[in-house]
């Protein structure tokens, strides 16, 4: 009998592995892995202190392996006969990963709590109770168990993998909860959802509107710091924000600056209206006190109007070549005097010829105040007055040349005015005047 060559000997050992691999002899088992929700049930031996037999080892790496596999029921089956014969907790844990897939998460609950009751430190355990809670949608539990339990050195990374899907729940759920909130339950949401998220950078800038609405300024300024040393210092909404701050404080001149350059930037209407809100605040900041109080009033005198005047109507203020007034007898020393005797000089108030008197305690009322609103025009010479009629009653002029001028008619009756009322109508004397010198 020939012995075979070494080409026969290669056939045939080319021939024994495939015979071999087709039996399955040489093709390596792949074991299932944990895909989706499942991976964050983890193994349940993890964290559990005391070593197995190698025969309960090895039953249960087969039970797990239909659990990963999907094969629920022999699993199951499995599992129990672990955990009843053997003892063995892992295999009680891992029923409960059955019981939580199928969503029966209430009964999965009580065993996981009667494990941690016997064993505190088990992390496997006390991963399956924070899964648990998450999936009963209690965010801010499931939270804080993950939280405990990813400070561990030992905690997998599917821990920390899931208390951030946790983090970003919780936080969306907090700050939508803030957005339908009143304002001071809303802060306090706002803030809560910082200490998750400290980077959102919406949900600070809504914080820091949220405290400039409440006056709450020093607070608003700290909130806005982490913003500031970020690429979010420049963002519109930021630096209203610290305008808005440097109103509240008093700091308009760096106010006008921020939302000057903000104008500018964005060539927004609602930024424009509001430099010039805050220019004019700026102005009244300045003016000297009896005109805060002449502003605050709910029914004005003659001596509130001149002083309003005065400080209103650049024209007024700044007229040249006037006459010496008639000399009042009831004008007393103090704030108030210069503007009440410019008033005087203008024409705007008489002194009467024979008591001396022009009355500065005198309440004025809405229709006084539309005549002398007319006069003021007439005497600075309102270009716009001429299309008025001459030949009516002052009542009526007076009417038609604020109309005619587009100055608010505060209207015939006897009703009082306030300085805030008043304020409006010189305002609209102060822009006819000033186109007028425009030209």
Known sequence: MKRPTLLGNA????????VLARCG???PVVAPIARGEDRYLIDPRI???????PKTERRFDGAWTLFLSGDLAEAQRRFSDLATRDGYPPAALASMAIEIRAGRLQSAALTVQSIQKDLPDYLAARVYAAEIVYRERNLRSAYDLYRQIAARPDAPPEVRERLTQVEGALFNEIYRDALAAPDDEAIRLLREALAITPGASDARVVLVQKLIVGRKYDDARRELDPLLSSGEVDRAEVQEALAEIDVGRGRYQEAIIRYDRL???TKSDRYAARLDEIKQRWTAANLPPQVQRALDSDSITRADFAILLYWKVASVRFAQNLGAPPIA????DGPGREEMIRAIAIGVFQVDPVTRRVDPGRTIAAATLARLAARILVFRGA?????AAADVGEQSRAQKILTACGVTDPGATDSAVSGRQAAAVLDGISQALASTEKR
Request: proline residues 3%.
């Open 329 to 332: 007898i009831d004008i007393a």
């Open 263 to 265: 104008a500018r930037r």
């Open 47 to 53: 964290g559990y202190a005391k070593a197995a037999a």
């Open 383 to 387: 270009p716009c007055v001429r299309d």
């Open 25 to 27: 002899g040489t093709t």
């Open 11 to 18: 056939l045939l050992t080319a021939v024994s592995l495939l």
